[in-house]
Structure formats: structure tokens, C-alpha cells
């Protein structure tokens, strides 16, 4: 059984440009989080999608958006990007009937 | 609004000394905690949780953690670390049991070094 896979693996974009990050869960898992975890802090939670529509929203500004697809899969979108948004990206999943997340390995993202 | 401190950045031990990594959280909800794993360039693994009951929890890999709760603490232990151990770990917590539609709340982390 597959884990939760993210990718791409690396990333590195520049200043203003626009970036989507993949994620697929865990099998049976119905629920994907995203957070961003900055060089040397804990993960921050960035929002959570539920029957594809988001449920919750950490304090992230509107340039960060999502989606999730019918087959639970989702998308993070980040537009205009800035420095300060360098940071490996984690996405995690969980069911409902189980009271875990589980953390794909992040996508490094470089912004210079 | 919750809020996790973990109190220590780095750790040294030496390799079958005991340790402990301490974690302070603030909520003004029912809490339930969690330790994370985070080996180098991975995603984090679930040590353990507390979500009710007995107030000493075991996990993986031979830690244990104590929720106090007049304390407001939850701190990780393990009676004798192995040179493997090395890696960063994470406190969290959360007003759901799964972590919640509001996500986890993370401290800054620990840097457990293990010593030869």
C-alpha cells in the first residue's frame, strides 16, 4: 500500500511566478491537509479539503489556493510567489474513521 | 487559540543515556497531542497521541510521553537512545482527535542529537 506521494520532489521558481504542487493520499484516506514547514520551524497548517471543497484555512493569504479531485487527490496553488514562501510543502491525508494524518515526504520549494 | 512550546532547539545525548524532549502547550479547548518524527529530507511519522484515557502513552520505537494536565505538558521520553533516534521531533496539538478540520498546530521542534 502506497503511502501519501507528493510531487514533484524539488521545485525552484522565481519571484512572480505562479507554482502547483501535486499530492495523492494514502489509500482509503478521503481527506488531504496541506502545511508549509519554513527552515527550521514546525509545519504551519495551510488548509484542508474534504468532498473538494476546502473545510478550513490556516492564516495564509489568498495566493495560496487548492483543489481536490473525485479520486480525493489534490492541488496547491501559489501565485505570485515570494521570497518568503521558500519552504518544503507537506501534504498529509487522513479518513474520517481514523483519527491520524499521515505526512507524504514535502516538496522542496525554492523561490529566488 | 492553541499554541505548542517546545522548550529545548537541540538535544545532545549520548547513544543508551535516556531523554527527555519537553513540550508545553496553551488551549482553551479539550486538547489532544501528538509527537512527530521528522528524519532528514523526509515527511513526519506519528510517535504517538494522547486523545483520552491513561495520561502515560507509549509509541513507537520505545518513547512514552505523560500528558499533565494541570501542568498543561506533554514531554517525550525514551529510557535509552540509539545512534538511529537522530532526527527532528515535533509536538502538536489539536482540538480534534485526527488533527481536525483546523489542522495540527505544531511547536518549532527539537533537534535530538545522539552522541557516540
Known amino acids: 500500500d502506497a503511502g501519501v506521494t507528493q510531487s514533484p520532489t524539488h521545485l525552484i521558481k522565481t519571484r512572480g511566478q505562479q507554482v502547483t504542487l501535486r499530492c495523492s493520499p494514502k489509500s482509503g484516506h478521503d481527506t488531504v491537509s496541506w502545511y508549509q514547514q519554513a527552515l527550521g520551524q514546525g509545519p504551519q497548517f495551510i488548509f484542508q479539503?474534504?468532498?473538494?471543497?476546502?473545510?478550513q484555512r490556516g492564516n495564509f493569504p489568498d495566493r495560496f489556493s487548492g483543489h481536490q479531485f473525485p479520486n480525493y487527490s489534490s492541488e496547491l496553488n501559489v501565485n505570485a510567489l515570494l521570497l518568503g514562501d521558500s519552504a518544503l510543502y507537506l501534504c498529509?491525508?487522513?479518513?474520517?474513521?481514523?483519527?491520524?494524518?499521515?505526512f507524504g515526504p514535502g516538496t522542496r520549494l525554492t523561490v529566488l | 487559540a492553541q499554541s505548542v512550546t517546545q522548550l529545548d532547539s537541540q538535544v545532545p545525548v549520548f547513544e543508551e543515556a535516556p531523554v527527555e524532549l519537553r513540550c508545553n502547550y496553551s488551549?482553551?479547548?479539550?486538547?489532544?497531542l501528538f509527537w512527530y518524527v521528522q528524519y532528514p529530507n523526509q515527511g513526519l511519522q506519528l510517535l504517538l497521541k494522547?486523545?483520552?484515557?491513561?495520561?502515560l502513552v507509549k509509541g513507537i520505537n520505545g518513547f512514552e510521553a505523560e500528558f499533565n494536565k494541570s501542568q498543561t505538558s506533554f514531554h517525550l521520553r525514551k529510557p535509552s537512545v540509539h545512534i538511529s533516534d537522530t532526527a527532528e521531533y515535533f509536538c502538536a496539538v489539536s482540538d480534534r482527535e485526527g488533527g481536525g478540520a483546523d489542522g495540527l498546530t505544531f511547536g518549532k521542534g527539537t533537534h535530538l542529537i545522539i552522541q557516540p
Open positions: 494522547y486523545l483520552s484515557g491513561s495520561t
Open positions: 488551549s482553551s479547548v479539550s486538547v489532544y
Open positions: 498529509a491525508s487522513m479518513s474520517v474513521s481514523y483519527n491520524e494524518q499521515f
Open positions: 479539503y474534504y468532498e473538494e471543497e476546502e473545510r
